[in-house]
T-cell receptor, first 113, second 112 residues
Framework: DAGITQSPRYKITETGRQVTLMCHQT?????MFWYRQDLGHGLRLIYY???????DKGEVSDGYVVSRSKTENFPLTLESATRSQTSVYFC????????????FGEGSRLTVL | QKEVEQDPGPLSVPEGAIVSLNCTYS??????FMWYRQYSRKGPELLMY????GNKEDGRFTAQVDKSSKYISLFIRDSQPSDSATYLC????????????FGDGTTLTVKP
């Protein structure tokens, strides 16, 4: 099916472990984003990408790494997970720079113990 | 201070009520104004999209943008239990590489 697929949907890990959240989109949208959603903070941008091999930091990028070797994939890696990274992570894409609509995945709920 | 401030809620209304959801912002460069609806344990979905100032209507939903006051609103007429969700305002500008800045969301419950 077309759309954005995130995996895993649920993940429990321990402090210090590396975790990778996967994001795959079937539309060939140029722009992709990773947001985290926490109570009291809404959606905050972690990283975004304008095209394959072009990425840039958002407002809360510390502790996260991204890559985008193919247009359709945009994995997010937590290099050494901390409890403060317990959150719901959303991947999103948009087709054009100058339009508003973001298409979101279903989210990945991460718990760091 | 956050660039986008959203009325926090939660909001609980009876079925059939008119609902008003509001956001203010500080960045005058914002040109694109969106409202997303997010059901529990789901990703946000675009509900309304407005470019620059003015009103936009889609069925029971009306989005208003007042750039002079840096204020946007979403009105829901004849609210239904199926409208129960969290509503997120979002804004973006040509100058910020297409990134959207979100409000914290307002959780709405419509009681039958």
């Amino acid at each position: 099916d077309a759309g954005i697929t995130q995996s895993p949907r649920y993940k429990i890990t321990e402090t210090g472990r590396q975790v990778t959240l996967m994001c795959h989109q079937t539309w060939s949208h140029s722009y992709m984003f990773w947001y985290r959603q926490d109570l009291g903070h809404g959606l905050r941008l972690i990283y975004y990408s304008a095209a394959a091999d072009i990425t840039d930091k958002g407002e809360v990028s510390d502790g996260y790494v991204v890559s985008r070797s193919k247009t359709e994939n945009f994995p997010l890696t937590l290099e050494s997970a901390t409890r403060s990274q317990t959150s719901v992570y959303f991947c999103a894409s948009k087709e054009w720079l100058n339009t508003g609509e973001l298409f979101f995945g279903e989210g990945s709920r991460l718990t760091v113990l | 201070q956050k660039e986008v401030e959203q009325d926090p809620g939660p909001l609980s209304v009876p079925e059939g009520a008119i609902v008003s959801l509001n956001c203010t912002y500080s960045n005058s460069a914002f040109q694109y104004f969106m409202w997303y609806r997010q059901y529990s344990r789901k990703g946000p979905e675009l509900l309304m999209y407005t470019y620059s100032s003015g009103n936009k209507e889609d069925g029971r939903f009306t989005a208003q943008v007042d750039k002079s006051s840096k204020y946007i609103s979403l009105f829901i007429r004849d609210s239904q239990p199926s409208d129960s969700a969290t509503y997120l305002c979002a804004m973006s500008a040509d100058t910020n590489a297409g990134k959207s800045t979100f409000g914290d969301g307002t959780t709405l419950t419509v009681k039958p």
